[in-house]
C-alpha cells in the first residue's frame, strides 16, 4: 500500500525568508509525487509533480521540489516566502501505473502561515 | 483550462435523507474521483471512476454510492445521510495514466455538506 507523511500541521514563516514544507512517501517502486496547494474555501490546485528525470522540480508560484530516493522525501520549497503563499498544502505519491485509472493518495496537509 | 464545476458550494440536509452531489468536467477526461477532507485526515478517496458505468470503490466507500451514465458527470449519493459525512466533498478528473506518463488530477471548488 502507498502512503504519504507530513509531519507538521503548522509551519509559520516570516515574509522573505525561505519555507520548506515537508513530505515523505511509501510506494512499491518508483514514485509518481505530486504537490497540491489549497486556498481558503477553494479546491485543490496542482502546484509540481516529479514522475522522472531531475530531483529538482521545479513548479507555479515559484515553488520547487527535491525528490530524495534514499530519504523517501520530496520536500516543497521556496527561496522567498510572500504572505500569498498562506495556504493549505498536500503531498499525494501514486505508484506506477497499474490499470484502471490513478489514484492518489495524500496526506494529511500543512498549514503554511507567511506573516510580515 | 480545464474545468471542473460541482453543482453546490454548500447544502444542508437532514439525518435520513438521500443526497446527490454532482461533479461536471469539461476536457473529456477518463477518469473521475470523489474525495473527502476532514481536518486532520486529508483526502480520503470515496470511489472513482475510469470510464463510462465503471466505478471502484476507494479507501472509505461505506454509506456511499455513485453513478457515471456520461463521460463528464459524475455523481456521489449518500442514501441515507448520517451527521459523520458532513464533511468538505471535492470531486477531480484526469486523463488516463499510462506506463509511461501519469497525470495530474484537476479539482473543482468542492461542497461542504452539513447533515443535520
Known amino acids: 500500500a502507498q502512503s504519504v507523511a507530513q509531519p507538521e500541521d503548522q509551519v509559520n514563516v516570516a515574509e522573505g525568508n525561505p519555507l520548506t514544507v515537508k513530505c515523505t512517501y511509501s510506494v512499491s517502486g518508483n514514485p509518481y509525487l505530486f504537490w497540491y496547494v489549497q486556498y481558503p474555501n477553494r479546491g485543490l490546485q496542482f502546484l509540481l509533480k516529479?514522475?522522472?528525470?531531475?530531483?529538482l522540480v521545479k513548479g507555479s508560484y515559484g515553488f520547487e521540489a527535491e525528490f530524495n530516493k534514499s530519504q523517501t522525501s520530496f520536500h516543497l520549497k521556496k527561496p522567498s516566502a510572500l504572505v500569498s503563499d498562506s495556504a493549505l498544502y498536500f503531498c499525494?505519491?501514486?505508484?506506477?501505473?497499474?490499470?484502471?485509472?490513478?489514484?492518489?493518495?495524500f496526506g494529511t496537509g500543512t498549514q503554511l502561515k507567511v506573516e510580515l | 483550462d480545464v474545468k471542473v464545476t460541482q453543482s453546490s458550494r454548500y447544502l444542508v440536509k437532514r439525518t435520513g435523507e438521500k443526497v446527490f452531489l454532482e461533479c461536471v468536467q469539461d476536457?473529456?477526461?477518463?477518469?473521475m474521483f470523489w474525495y473527502r477532507q476532514d481536518p486532520g485526515l486529508g483526502l480520503r478517496l470515496i470511489y472513482f471512476s475510469y470510464d463510462v458505468k465503471m466505478k471502484e470503490k476507494g479507501d472509505i466507500p461505506e454509506g456511499y454510492s455513485v453513478s457515471r451514465e456520461k463521460k463528464e458527470r459524475f455523481s456521489l449519493i449518500l442514501e441515507s445521510a448520517s451527521t459523520n459525512q458532513t464533511s468538505m466533498y471535492l470531486c477531480a478528473s484526469s486523463p488516463p495514466g499510462t506506463r509511461t506518463s501519469t497525470d495530474t488530477q484537476y479539482f473543482g471548488p468542492g461542497t461542504r455538506l452539513t447533515v443535520l
Open positions: 516529479y514522475i522522472t528525470g531531475d530531483n
Open positions: 499525494a505519491v501514486r505508484a506506477p501505473f497499474t490499470g484502471g485509472g490513478n489514484k492518489l493518495t
Open positions: 476536457m473529456d477526461h477518463e477518469n
